[in-house]
């Protein structure tokens, strides 16, 4: 597989694994009436960096952005993408031919730590949600979201299998 073979499947199991997350928090939602994150406040801390503006004391009081929900949705898949390359750099590339689902996993619950240690506390939540009405809750479905990605990671690396050569 030469580099921009492995480029095309890392964007394609990123992708895919983001895709499978969202169905997830689609179907919480849907069902159980569990709202899912605001991606227009997550492209309102990502513009408020541009600034210089690291931390908000709580993002929904910030001034809105123009383009912020765009920013937010476009963040959140290259996100997804950069880790899928997380994913590949730990396993070796062999594991797109032959994708095993502990390392997905286990690379999509790690990836939980850039919200309780990035995301949260820059919107104001603190770290881990700590500032949140019910941080205990805020952290599970947290927990859960990436452990939804993680099984994403893994669905969309089968499903990478069987495609012809990008």
């Known amino acids: 597989m030469d580099f921009g073979e492995l480029g095309l499947r890392v964007v394609f199991v990123g992708a895919g694994a983001t895709a499978v ?11 159980l009436g569990i709202p899912s994150l605001d991606y227009a406040m997550v492209g309102r801390w990502i513009a408020g960096l541009k600034e210089g503006k690291v931390a908000h004391d709580t993002i929904g009081r910030s001034p809105p952005v123009v383009g ?17 390359g997380l994913l590949v750099a730990l396993a070796g590339k062999d594991w797109l031919s032959a ?22 506390p820059g919107m104001g939540a603190g770290v881990a949600a700590s500032r949140t009405p019910k941080p205990a809750v805020a952290r599970t479905r947290s927990v859960i979201a990436h452990l939804s990605f993680g099984i994403g990671l893994y669905l969309a690396g089968l499903i990478s299998t069987i495609l012809p050569p990008l």
Do not use: S
């Open 68 to 84: 912020e929900k765009a920013i937010g949705w476009a963040a959140h898949y290259l996100v997804g993408i950069v880790f899928a």
């Open 21 to 31: 997350m969202d169905l997830w928090a689609l179907t919480q939602k849907r069902l």
């Open 99 to 120: 994708p095993m689902p502990g390392i997905a996993i286990l690379v999509g619950l790690m990836t939980v730590a850039a919200p309780f240690l990035i995301l949260q």
